[in-house]
């Protein structure tokens, strides 16, 4: 049995700091889900008698498009080691309409958990996997009846089993090399078959798809087929094959679904979607019935799901949304209620720009710098051309509807347009970009606001 990976405790400050690595200003948001985050591995720490009375701190995050709250989630999941779901709410419809219900989204969740404790678990028996699917392959190589290519020379003069692990012995060797990496060998893989329900699945009919899946898939007998493959694609096949003999699926599940119930992390981005009381008739008639369908899950209930069930009073939810034209306050109030942390994001100002394109770990200058390195050509951004760069994504912004960050990599694609194309008709030359050239490529489209809102 492999124990399962506790999160690491990182203090609030520790949690901020992290993501400052990645996300430029929002300190107010950096707080609140550190906070959230803390707190989780307090809660697992407390007795067992008061643990389950600690309901989550659950978020919603105001702010407009590109200000880093997708961003901020994204590293929070990563930081936690937890299960992680981004789920946009205006996809989900109230149950009795076509589509899929707010259920769906613990299914997903449980799904990826259980994908997340297979592979730590692969990991931990990957050498002893490797060593089986070796042997394996060093049987379909040298089958018991010994072929012409790899009969010894001093066959006559030993036993037929002594010369026939003398001649495993020298493929091992030969395969270790990787000398027969790309001799082809005919392997017998497991075919992938989808069965006919998982058509319906997804479309208001998830549970009586788990079900009919769960009953067919013990009834079918599973299919084989044969391939061709090179010996290097072999080894992975087998291994993997043996790693899957390995793990007890049985302790996979458990784990999964108990990091799920105590740890599981669901991003709801546009809850303002579907804000708003029921307004008559047309297409957002549901949004009332999804946020009534949403507050159980929410709330803590539980979820049917083709591992077993699934309870949600301990997942963190965090949801966000631009709320420009529905408030917070037009949830219906149990809703609100159930997220009782509200934290709004700053709008992005031209000196977040100029730290969003440097100072980030994966700032957007480092990210083309690296990527015209691999044709061989050394990109240099001077710092005029970082501020004039800034100052037509804040102007942009402005004049048309505002995008936040993301404006930055339409302008940067924009710019560096015609050196990304001849960059391999160039290797070893070195392009500085400056704001003189930043001014020859986009002084006219950021002028021409007719221009700029469809290509800027």
């Known amino acids: 049995m492999i124990a399962q990976r506790q999160m690491p405790p990182l203090t609030p400050a520790q949690i901020v700091a992290e993501l400052d690595r990645y996300i430029i200003g929002q300190e107010r948001a950096k ?24 309901a989550p701190k659950n978020i919603i995050m105001i702010g407009p498009t590109g200000v880093g709250k997708t961003e901020i989630a994204r590293r929070l999941a990563k930081l936690a080691q937890a299960p992680f779901l981004k789920v946009e709410a205006s996809k989900y419809t109230e149950v009795g309409y076509v589509g899929r219900d707010v259920e769906s989204m613990i299914r997903d969740l449980t799904e990826l958990a259980v994908n997340m404790v297979k592979a730590e678990m692969s990991e931990a028996v990957r050498g002893r996997a490797e060593q089986l699917a070796e042997e394996r392959l060093l049987d379909l190589l040298l089958p018991r009846r010994m072929r012409e290519p790899f009969q010894s020379e001093t066959l006559e003069e030993v036993s037929p089993e002594a010369s026939r692990q003398a001649t495993r012995e020298k493929l091992r060797q030969q395969l270790k090399a990787g000398r027969l990496d790309e001799r082809l060998i005919e392997l017998e893989v497991q075919a992938q078959v989808t069965p006919i329900v998982e058509i319906f699945s997804g479309q208001g009919m998830e549970e009586m798809g788990i ?45 999964a679904i108990h990091r799920v119930e105590n740890s599981g992390l669901v991003f709801l981005d546009e809850l303002d979607k579907i804000a708003g009381r029921e307004a008559g008739h047309g297409p957002d008639v549901s949004r009332e019935g999804v946020q009534r369908d949403l507050l159980p899950i929410v709330e803590g209930s539980t979820v049917t799901t083709r591992y077993g069930m699934v309870r949600t009073d301990h997942v963190l939810f965090i949801a966000a949304g631009a709320f420009h034209v529905a408030k917070p306050s037009d949830l219906i109030p149990e809703l609100q209620g159930r997220f ?3 934290v709004e994001l700053d709008p992005l100002t031209k000196e977040d720009f100029i730290r969003i394109l440097t100072e980030p770990q994966n700032a957007l200058i480092k990210q083309y710098v690296e990527l015209l390195k691999t044709e061989g050509v050394s990109l240099h951004v001077t710092r005029d051309a970082i501020d004039a760069v800034a100052e037509m994504a804040t102007r942009v912004n402005q004049r048309a ?38 001014q020859a490529r986009l002084a006219d489209l950021v002028k021409d606001e007719d221009l700029s809102r469809y290509i800027l």
Do not use: C
């Open 211 to 255: 079900h009919l899946k769960e009953m067919l898939s013990g009834m079918l007998p599973g299919k084989t087929k044969k391939r061709k493959v090179k010996i290097a694609e072999a080894k992975r096949i087998l291994a993997q094959e043996e790693a899957q003999k390995l793990i007890d699926m049985d302790e996979v599940v458990s784990q």
């Open 31 to 54: 707080r609140a889900v550190a906070i959230a985050l803390r707190n989780r591995w307090r809660r697992q720490n407390l007795p067992p008698e008061l643990r389950d009375e600690v």
């Open 340 to 342: 009782p942390i509200r």
């Open 401 to 438: 509807e505002s995008i936040g960050a993301r404006r930055l990599y339409t302008i940067m694609e924009k710019l560096l347009e015609e050196i990304s194309f001849a960059a391999p008709e160039m290797p070893g030359k070195e392009l500085t970009v400056d704001a003189g050239y930043v």
